[in-house]
């Protein structure tokens, strides 16, 4: 079906919200600080501020930004965890604040430092508390437990307790609890936290698969980039609770393209040299005491090659990419 047909599953229109909380800077003077003690007055913090979002089903979205960017209120609201200020907010033709008690049957929400999971009890119980919860049949209930064995190698950890699981398997764990009644949207925050390699690599497996088998809309905040450039095919950049870029990867990095990148190991401090990057308009991307990595017009490149090659203060040059992640490390840079 061509994606311009196929019908929005999330709607934001000009989404709001604000925190209060208490004003605790100190007070040097003592009638100030009764003052305070008694009537402390109060601060108010937008945290998402008129973001407009629209994601058609089967699409899988990466919501990132730097940390306080707005990302977990974001999805707080779209999971009706907390009730917009201002502004409308639809998924699944749901209200997601208003209607959550029959919404919440229909998407899933993985938290990578909240557990789904009850500690002390195997995780088969846990799934079996919300096979319940969710008023799964019998019958889908174990198709479902036969796609997580072949797909998680469940069979390894659904009698443990969930105290006995190491970190990754907690995480698979999580996704299937999150995963049992099948949702048509999942929630994902920070899902891949503190997880190492090989670990990170599965779990973007499963979620591939899970898009793949099921066409499930997947909504995932993540600081690791990697991620986000495996398992993405659009991203929604967040700043100061503000929506400040929304599109594909590839346009993000196409900005960059009639570029060269250079890796430059210098003598240290070799502050000279910046200023020489600085009146021949060479970008500078990253600057330490040992490195630098620039970018030059292709157009005139050669020329600028030649000239750093007999600067004293170089030890030498080696042609470089420009990564994703370097990308929005240089818009994060921007946004301070």
């Not at 979620?207 to 809309?217: F, G, R, V």
């Not at 570029?259 to 000279?272: D, L, V, W």
């Not at 060479?282 to 490195?291: G, K, N, P, S, W």
Request: net charge neutral; proline share 4%; aromatic share 8%.
């Amino acid at each position: 079906m061509d994606g311009m047909n196929m019908k929005p599953v999330i709607e934001l229109h000009s989404i709001c919200k604000s925190y209060r909380v208490y004003d605790r800077a100190p007070e040097k003077k003592l009638l100030k600080k009764v003052s305070k003690f008694f009537k402390p007055s109060i601060i108010i913090t937008s945290a998402v501020s008129d973001v407009d979002m629209s994601i058609e089903e089967g699409g899988v979205i990466g919501l990132i930004g730097p940390n306080g960017a707005g990302k977990t209120t974001l999805i707080k609201m779209m999971t009706g965890i907390l009730t917009p200020d201002s502004g409308t907010a639809s998924v699944l033709g749901f209200s997601p604040a208003s209607e959550r008690k029959e919404y919440t049957k229909y998407i899933g929400l993985v938290m990578g430092q909240k557990s789904l999971l009850w500690y002390n009890i195997p995780v088969i119980e846990s799934l079996k508390l919300y096979k319940e919860i969710y008023s799964v049949s019998n019958a889908d209930f174990t198709e479902n437990i036969m796609y997580f064995n072949e797909l998680f190698g469940a069979q390894e950890i659904l009698m443990k307790p969930v105290r006995h699981l190491s970190l990754g398997e907690r995480m698979r764990a999580e996704l299937m609890a999150s995963l049992l009644h099948k949702p048509k949207v999942l929630f994902l925050d920070e899902p891949t936290i503190g997880l190492d390699m090989l670990s990170r690599q599965l779990f973007l497996e499963h979620l591939q698969k899970i898009n793949s088998d099921y066409h499930t809309t997947i909504l995932l905040t993540s600081h690791n980039m990697n991620d986000i450039e495996k398992l993405c095919s659009r991203i929604i950049i967040i700043d100061k609770g503000k929506k400040i870029y929304d599109g594909s990867i590839a346009s993000l990095t196409d900005k960059e393209k009639g570029k060269k990148f250079f890796c430059i190991k210098k003598k240290n401090p070799a502050e000279a040299l910046s200023d020489y990057m600085s009146s021949n308009s060479i970008e500078i991307l990253h600057d330490t005491d040992c490195e630098m990595k620039i970018s030059v017009e292709e157009s005139c490149y050669k020329k600028c090659l030649s000239e750093l090659i007999m600067r004293p203060d170089i030890i030498s040059i080696a042609e470089d990419r420009y990564s994703f992640e370097e990308v929005i490390l240089t818009i994060y840079k921007g946004l301070k």
